[in-house]
């Protein structure tokens, strides 16, 4: 609590100093208000409450002690006392007598406690009010975008963030993507093909790299038995980001095979050998003949020596398990280990997560959880 304290005393010191400071020379001499004083005595004695109903009564509401009054109110808000910050700001917010830019200040801050308290409709039309006037534009705009985020009002996010690009000047086509993927599986779940192939067309326009839009888009093509379009948009994915390959890897193959072309599948990882600085490829064609009864051992060996992987390790086991007990028992243990390790990682706050999330569910970030490399 004396962490939070501390701050609010230079706060509230530095905006007495102020106030003193830019007050008429005739005035400096008042003396500070005895509530103001008791409530900087309870600060240096941690008495967080009492400081702060002494504080609250210093502060009388005009335009020299406004930003006594925000800054009780941001410190409510801090230490998770959401409704006490509410009701100075509403009180704030109720007087006539404020100049536009301290009620505009004011709005921002009430926005900011509906947004912690979950009311989110009072947010949001607190945020657009701001908007509609022109005042923090790119605060409002973030927090309305989080805000459609969490009710998965996607177009109004969409809207919202090519609004904050347009703002701030920086490119927001990660998300933006995102949200028309979002509203195309919408559109997918609801039969409606055109309009799902319509927003990932729009995605891939706005993001060439959206790794999401392909794989929908391969999906919607592979539903409606349109092969040639969905081996096109699967077969993007490694050109947008080679660490999906093992992800979109069975979705091209089950196409092939849809087509009863095992062959054109061989012929397509032969490819993405000389193609890709990946091993991932090799590693896939050896398990294709592999599967077929011809003997890879020798050439996995050597693929290993050269580019070692987890992957590589565990299938040059599984191979020799049958005639090994010990080379079953380390096919087991690296089984055991690939199945119970880190799949995907966030690159923005480092989350572990078994499984894909396009938005991180802990830092938020769009199309920063990517595939785990099992390179030694």
């Not at 008791?38 to 600060?43: A, C, M, S, T, V």
């Not at 690009?165 to 920086?170: I, K, L, N, P």
């Not at 559109?187 to 067309?201: M, Q, Y």
Request: hydrophobic content about 40%.
């Amino acid at each position: 609590m004396a962490v939070l304290l501390l701050p609010l005393g230079l706060a509230l010191g530095w905006q007495l100093h102020r106030v003193m400071r830019e007050a008429p020379e005739a005035q400096r001499g008042t003396p500070v208000s005895p509530d103001y004083l008791e409530g900087l005595q309870y600060l240096a004695h941690d008495d967080p409450d009492r400081a702060i109903a002494a504080l609250t009564r210093a502060v009388a509401v005009d335009s020299e002690t406004i930003e006594l009054h925000l800054t009780l109110g941001r410190l409510f808000r801090k230490r998770g006392e959401v409704d006490r910050a509410m009701r100075i700001h509403q009180h704030l917010l109720a007087r006539d007598s404020l100049p536009p830019e301290e009620t505009n200040q004011v709005r921002l801050e009430l926005a900011r406690d509906y947004h912690e308290a979950g009311l989110l409709d009072r947010a949001e039309g607190l945020y657009a009010g701001l908007l509609d006037d022109g005042m923090y534009m790119d605060e409002a705009l973030r927090a309305l975008i989080s805000i459609y985020e969490q009710t998965q009002e996607w177009q109004q996010a969409e809207e919202a963030a090519q609004r904050l690009q347009s703002v701030e000047g920086r490119s927001q086509a990660t998300q933006i993507a995102h949200y028309c993927c979002e509203q195309a599986q919408a559109a997918r779940g609801a039969d409606d093909a055109d309009t799902a192939f319509a927003h990932l067309e729009r995605a891939l326009k706005t993001d060439p790299q959206c790794v999401r839009a392909s794989l929908l888009l391969g999906e919607l093509h592979e539903r409606s038995g349109q092969y040639r379009q969905a081996l096109r948009a699967y077969e993007h994915v490694p050109e947008q980001d080679l660490r999906f390959f093992p992800t979109v890897l069975p979705a091209i193959r089950r196409v092939y095979s849809a087509q009863n072309d095992e062959a054109g599948y061989a012929r397509y990882l032969r490819a993405a050998e000389k193609h890709y600085d990946s091993v991932q490829p090799a590693l896939a064609r050896l398990r294709l003949e592999a599967e077929s009864g011809k003997d890879v051992v020798e050439e996995l060996v050597a693929l290993c020596r050269k580019r070692p992987t987890w992957t590589g390790l565990r299938m040059l086991a599984e191979r020799r398990a049958a005639q090994d007990d010990l080379a079953q028992m380390v096919h087991e243990g690296l089984e055991s280990a690939l199945q119970s390790g880190p799949k995907f990682r966030c690159e923005s706050c480092g989350l572990t997560p078994r499984m894909q999330f396009w938005q991180c569910p802990s830092c938020k970030q769009w199309s920063r959880v990517r595939p785990v490399s099992d390179r030694l």
